[in-house]
């Protein structure tokens, strides 16, 4: 294991650590898939273990740990760069308490048919653009039982920084796709396709005549999509209405309604596989 030391932020080598943004980290090779930074030994440890590879490494190295550098051991041919603390400041914007990041290729993402294929309760978001909760909302989807993801294209990247972040890791971990209406036929909305892979759909959504997140009949679907929208808007009315359910969770003490990603922690709970352990 060989350790580079960079001490010029103009470097070319630190070009996607320190120039370039998600999107064009994204479109980086394209058409052949692109590349994304991953942050914290954790989080690098989970995406490698779902078959991602790596290009590079940047470290802090009075930050290496063991699980550091087992990562770096690993793969011995992966460049390692460093450099002072206030260097490596400068170009993540944060301090590096974590100690790694990693710039990691993109793996080919499965079809909705393959992802839902033998599934019994998945999630899908639709217009949900802060990676933040995005993020959160697949961490629970790992804990609660929920065993697939499908995303609109208008939400935000699972593999950006921030939302792989949150999710520690968990995004390398519960699968997940992003859903094409071209996939279920021309002009076919979502919901429809979802149907006709053989799910029930549920809208999280505060509509009075909803059932309540506990309702037996809901409860007993044997394969069941739970769907999330934006935060503030929710769920496009359109979607609602294709849905077989419209669910929303019970409040008190004067709460009308929960953070997105609260929502999904007790959707999941209540609707995920989680309950059948």
Partial sequence: MRITELNNLQDPRLNEYARC???????????????????????????????CRPESFLIDEAQIDDLTRELMERYPEVPVYSGPPEVIRSLTGIPMTRGMLACIRRPDLPSVEELCRGRRRIAVLENVTNPTNVGAIIRSAAAMGMEAVLLDHACSDPYYRRAARVSMGTVFQVPWTYLDVREGGQGMPWTDYLHDLGFKTAAMALIEDSVSIDDRALMAEDRLAVILGAEGDGLKPETIAACDYTVMIPMTGGVDSLNVAAASAVAFWQLGTARDR
């Fill in 21 to 51: 943004n998600e999107r064009q980290l994204l479109h980086r090779d394209a058409p052949f898939g692109g590349v994304f930074i991953a942050e914290s030994p954790r989080v690098v440890r989970r995406a490698l273990e779902a078959g």
